[in-house]
């Protein structure tokens, strides 16, 4: 077999690509104020200058991380849990009530949730729940839900239907056939919308950015947005804020890249 | 997708479908009688799905209905809502910026899909080879996906910094530029760094499905003596039809809606030479406090949007359900 010549050079080149801003970052943020001004942009330099850091942390990053972890929580498991159940009723129920429900929530993912924010904005408001933290977790249910629903109801429907006769047989109710049948059998697809949705919340900005206001609600990505306004002079304390900011959903990569990757192509592949 | 499935469950639902109260929505057609078997539907599966279907509800479909709704209104984020008719519309519509923004999006979709269509399609087909080091590639390949467009953003910023950044380090002087202060420079950073965040994903959906044509139609093909460039012509690109469909249109999709990375990068400028429609209308709503006109916006891009997925779909030939992405 002859190589494939243009697509391995590019593939190469795309790599370079990929890898030289997550590079930079990575150099940039372990150099001083003034090795950043001194030195080669593109270079590593010793000494490491872990001062950077410390400042991040001073700057409130903790309070941030804690805000994005507990955004991301709150969001992803009510979302599993209701999509997880709502897709056994689609899966398991009639279709003549339930077709029409899952039509709805495949309808859903149709819906750019950009154009929603002045109604969303109006609705938090109204709920009295302007600039807070679990203003920010219910538009991130509501919107994973379809995405998450067309996983898991892939999934169930994929639980050999003879176990549920057995269930029947047993007397089960179907409470419990939710819980001890299909809940274990569809675990994969569980955590692959729960690894993607964290990740979906762990980088939203336009929901932070419209229904919080003060500094100590901020989330990750609105904190990195200010804190790059205030240290615009200051270019290696900002990525070592990119850095931190972002280690935890590359240990979450690190630990669910099956899952994460199955949550992104779920519905585009085919 | 949609029919098959729902075959399937209807073929299922008839066995255990006994000892239930048929609900009001059932009545109409249950009272006719003539279908081969009833579908009562279960107390317990409605209560299942009422949490989900609550949440839906009102934080997804209700604010789409409101969006509509509040573009008939004029309200200052703050004070009391009051409908106005049609005065957001007008005022909309009358505006340059919304002409200027909405010129901007079809700019944005249009060389987003020149830009990345190509490129993912060879770099999908290149990591669908069964080297192993191609597993390896595709990781790292992830990477600019699970970062917040707010990091990308900042990164790119100081990447591009004429005096500390890739300009002097790698002592390339054409890259010293005042990147995000020239109108048409400014569009070529966005187009790249919204290359560097998505071509990711498309590259992703084409490596799996170039692994799924059949390596017996390449065999064929090389028995016939047909080299690399003419296989991927003759085979790879045909089969990859419905592939490219899905891909367009949650590429066309996405690029109408692209918010973070604007905002945090140019916040529209240099003078509004970025201030595309969705930036557009956050703006107007959030900063310029006309919330009425912002919606008037919203209902223009989510029209905008179905008509671009419906008409990708018919484009390609097929009705095959509309983007299955989040919508995110």
Known sequence: MRRNWIGGAFGWLWLVAVLLPIYFVAITSVKSIATYFGSNPVLPSAPLALENVTAVLEADFGMYLVNSVVVALGTVIPLVLMGFMASFSIVRGGRRFFGPVRSLFLLGLAIPVQATIVPIYLLIIRLHMYDSLAALMLPGIAFGLPLSILIISNSLRDVPRELFEAMDIDGCSEWQKMWRLAFPMTRPALVTVGVYQALMSWNGFLFPLILTQSPDKRTLPLALWSFQGEYATNVPVVMAAVVLSSIPIIVLYALGRRYLVGGMTAGAGK | MTSPS????????????????????????????????????????????????????????????????????????????????????????????????????????????????????????????????????????????????????????????????????????????????????????????????????????????????????????????????????????????????????????????????????TQGGPGSSTRILPLDMYLTGFRGNEMGVASALAVILVVLGLGLALGVQRLGGTDASASQMEGA
């Open chain 2, 6 to 265: 729902a075959v399937r469950q209807d073929v299922r639902v008839g066995a255990d479908a006994s000892q239930t109260r048929a609900r009001r929505q059932s009545a109409p057609r249950a009272r006719r009688g003539t279908e081969p078997h009833r579908e009562p539907v279960h107390v317990s599966h409605v209560l299942f799905a009422l949490p989900a279907l609550l949440f839906f509800g009102v934080f997804a479909l209700l604010p789409l209905v409101g969006v509509l709704v509040l573009s008939f209104t004029s309200w200052n984020g703050i004070g009391a809502i009051h409908f106005t008719g049609l005065t957001s519309w007008t005022e909309a519509l009358s505006r340059s910026t919304t002409w200027h923004g909405l010129a901007l999006v079809v700019l944005m979709i249009v060389a987003t899909w020149l830009l990345q269509t190509p490129l993912s399609i060879l770099l999908g087909t290149f990591l669908a080879g069964q080297q192993r080091y191609r597993n390896v590639l595709a990781i790292l390949y992830f990477l600019p996906l699970l970062l917040s467009s707010a990091a990308i953003a900042i990164t790119f910023k100081s990447l591009l910094d004429p005096n500390f950044g890739l300009a002097s380090g790698l002592n390339l002087p054409f890259l010293k530029q005042n990147w995000l202060g020239d109108s048409v420079l400014v569009w070529i950073v966005l187009l790249v760094i919204i290359a560097w965040q998505f071509i990711p994903f498309h590259t992703l959906i084409y490596q799996g499905a170039v692994r799924q044509i059949p390596r017996s139609m390449f065999e064929a093909a090389e028995i016939d003596g047909a080299g690399r460039v003419r296989q991927f012509f003759s085979i790879t690109l045909p089969q990859l039809k419905y592939t490219l469909i899905t891909s367009s249109t949650l590429m066309v999709v996405g690029a109408l809606t692209y918010f973070d990375i604007i905002f945090v990068l």
